[in-house]
């Protein structure tokens, strides 16, 4: 299935770039997954879809952090120019002090948790920021 769904992909990418989109998010909650099998398969996926001359990549991963391999692959992919991780849950944190996070790159930083958005807690939030 995966096949036959990328050049799809890779053509939507090639499309939207056409008509003037300059950036697409996408969403990738299966990073938070600690599933040794799905690395290969993000391996194969972006680099394919996102080819240089398209539209700029932001991918987004949320509600845990993304583990350290899937971390050092994705800060590794010169076809995402954005990563956007969630800090309120994980140890994405930890994962940034330790592998550090790529210059080229811009971080998007989740402090807001998204199972209870009416509920901000500035003393939680704002450390965060702070460290970052």
């Known amino acids: 299935l995966l096949d036959a769904l990328l050049p799809m992909y890779k053509q939507l990418l090639k499309d939207l770039h056409a008509i003037g989109v300059t950036e697409v998010q996408i969403h990738e909650p299966c990073l938070v997954n600690d599933d040794a099998t799905l690395l290969p398969l993000f391996r194969k996926t ?4 996102c080819t ?5 990549i932001n991918m987004v991963s949320y509600f845990e952090d993304i583990g350290g391999d899937n971390y050092k692959w994705l800060t590794s992919v010169d076809e ?3 990563i956007s991780l969630d800090f309120t849950r994980g140890d994405n944190m930890d994962l940034i002090e330790k ?6 790159k811009t971080l998007g930083v989740g402090i807001i948790d998204a199972r209870n958005v ?3 807690d500035p003393s ?3 450390p965060i920021i702070k460290k970052l």
């Open 46 to 49: 972006y680099p394919f879809i």
């Open 52 to 56: 240089a001359g398209g539209p700029a």
């Open 80 to 82: 995402i120019s954005t």
């Open 99 to 104: 592998y550090g996070f790529p210059a080229t």
């Open 118 to 120: 009416w509920k901000v």
């Open 124 to 126: 939680v939030a704002e």
